[in-house]
């Protein structure tokens, strides 16, 4: 069995940074992609920002140039560093991962418990 954590959420400003965190524990052979989502009240959940294991990246529009994904694969950890945030960024942020329990066989797909992030004066 395979679970997320995530934690780093908060209260802050518009303009000021928040440093996501998402954990994976269980039963883990690797982690192929990782990403992270938010999703707002009244609106759908969506994909902010996907790493791969080889470290390449990928971001939706409204956040590029803003927040930063990494990951740390010795510590099977993502990260979602956030600048400058405005408004429109409070949401809930979850965490996704594609994870080997072995080599032939994928995790059920796991998501984390969500962290709330809110972005107000």
């Known amino acids: 069995q395979v679970q997320l954590v995530e934690s780093g959420g908060g209260l802050v400003q518009p303009g000021g940074s928040l440093r996501l965190s998402c954990a994976a524990s269980?039963?883990?052979?690797?982690?192929?992609?990782m990403g992270w989502y938010r999703q707002a009240p009244g609106k759908q959940r969506e994909l902010v920002a996907s790493?791969?294991?080889?470290?390449?990246?990928n971001y939706v529009d409204s956040v590029k140039g803003r927040f930063t994904i990494s990951r740390d694969n010795a510590k099977n950890t993502v990260y979602l560093q956030m600048n400058s945030l405005h408004n429109e960024d409070t949401a809930v942020y979850y965490c996704?991962?594609?994870?080997?329990?072995?080599?032939?066989?994928?995790?059920?797909?796991?998501w984390g418990q969500g962290t709330l992030v809110t972005v107000s004066s």
């Open positions: 790493i791969t294991s080889g470290g390449s990246t």
């Open positions: 269980g039963s883990i052979f690797s982690i192929n992609a």
């Open positions: 996704n991962a594609d994870i080997q329990i072995t080599v032939f066989r994928r995790s059920p797909e796991v």
